[in-house]
């Protein structure tokens, strides 16, 4: 059974730095493709990092710069670091591991301005 759970979110003022985690388990973690999500109040989840099983990255080009995504292998475990936050990052942020829509409860982000 794949179990997502997502952690580290909270309230930030703009300009400061979250890192949220992304914990998996009952899948090969090591083989995937892990994205992190981002749902916004009335807008649809978009995607917003990912990092493949060689450690190759892409973003969004409205958190490039800003945001990092890395994985351990060995904890089977995602991370995003956001840094610069923006009140437009406010969102519920998902980890999506592999293909297949297995999702976690999400993490709240809330940035004030």
């Known amino acids: 059974q794949v179990q997502v759970v997502e952690s580290g979110g909270g309230v930030v003022q703009a300009g400061g730095s979250l890192t949220l985690s992304c914990a998996t388990s009952?899948?090969?973690?090591?083989?995937?493709?892990i994205g992190w999500y981002r749902q916004a109040p009335g807008s649809q989840r978009e995607l917003v990092a990912e990092?493949?099983?060689?450690?190759?990255?892409n973003y969004a080009d409205s958190v490039k710069g800003r945001f990092t995504i890395s994985r351990d292998n060995t904890k089977m475990t995602t991370y995003l670091q956001m840094n610069n936050l923006k009140p437009e990052d406010t969102a519920v942020y998902y980890c999506?591991?592999?293909?297949?829509?297995?999702w976690g409860q999400g993490t709240q982000v809330t940035v004030s301005s």
């Open positions: 999506k591991p592999g293909p297949r829509d297995y």
């Open positions: 009952g899948i090969t973690f090591w083989l995937i493709t």
């Open positions: 990092i493949d099983k060689n450690d190759n990255r």
